[in-house]
T-cell receptor, first 116, second 115 residues
Framework: NAGVMQNPRHLVRRRGQEARLRCSPM?????VYWYRQLPEEGLKFMVY????????ESGMPKERFSAEFPKEGPSILRIQQVVRGDSAAYFC??????????????FGAGTRLSVL | AQKITQTQPGMFVQEKEAVTLDCTYD???????LFWYKQPSSGEMIFLIY??????QNATEGRYSLNFQKARKSANLVISASQLGDSAMYFC????????????FGKGTKLTVNP
């Protein structure tokens, strides 16, 4: 059973370009979460999605950031017009259908975004 | 809202000894989950152990155990018989069950295991 797959592992963008980060959840998992980790910090929640639905986007910056989890294919975190402050590690996690609320989130290896 | 405090930025332990990493949480919720994750230098986040707020017994997973003291709102991770490969960042996290499913993380503790 493959784990959470994120690609690319490393992404370099110049200021003003777009960054697209992909996440394929574990097989059988229908819940996807995105987190951001700044250097020397813990992870900060960004968005929680189920297939074709955004459930909670309270951690997403209001502008330039968007996320989707289509019926087919991976979840995508899109950052438009990147700025240097967007440089961070972006982690995707997935969990199975919730059972008695024991919601263990399994993480991918992350995408390290560097903005030049 | 949840808040997680990890007061030890760094910890050192000798190989084969046990070590305790501290975690306190602040919540008014009745039902919640507590988690520990390991982040080695390679960067991935590895799930270690889970404790539910209604679980009466402390969780254990191999060499990892969670010392859950509900009244003190603490959820310390105990690693027994430390190995060199245990050197990593360790993050405590909490999740409110039945509400938003987001994990709230502490700032982490960097554990170094010395030979």
């Amino acid at each position: 059973n493959a784990g959470v797959m994120q690609n690319p592992r490393h992404l370099v963008r110049r200021r003003g370009q777009e960054a697209r980060l992909r996440c394929s959840p574990m097989k059988g998992h229908s819940h996807v979460y995105w987190y951001r980790q700044l250097p020397e910090e813990g992870l900060k929640f960004m968005v929680y999605l189920q297939k074709e639905n955004i459930i909670d986007e309270s951690g997403m910056p209001k502008e330039r950031f968007s996320a989707e989890f289509p019926k087919e294919g991976p979840s995508i975190l899109r950052i438009q017009q990147v700025v240097r402050g967007d440089s961070a590690a972006y982690f995707c996690a997935s969990s199975p259908r919730l059972v008695l609320a024991k919601n263990i989130q399994y993480f991918g290896a992350g995408t390290r975004l560097s903005v030049l | 809202a949840q808040k997680i405090t990890q007061t030890q930025p760094g910890m050192f332990v000798q190989e084969k000894e046990a070590v305790t990493l501290d975690c306190t949480y602040d919540t008014s919720d009745q039902s919640y989950g507590l988690f520990w994750y390991k982040q080695p230098s390679s960067g991935e986040m590895i799930f270690l152990i889970y404790q539910g707020s209604y679980d009466e017994q402390n969780a254990t997973e191999g060499r990892y155990s969670l010392n859950f003291q509900k009244a003190r709102k603490s959820a310390n991770l105990v690693i027994s018989a430390s190995q060199l490969g245990d050197s990593a960042m360790y993050f405590c996290a909490a999740l409110t069950q039945g509400g938003s499913e987001k994990l709230v993380f502490g700032k982490g503790t960097k554990l170094t295991v010395n030979p």
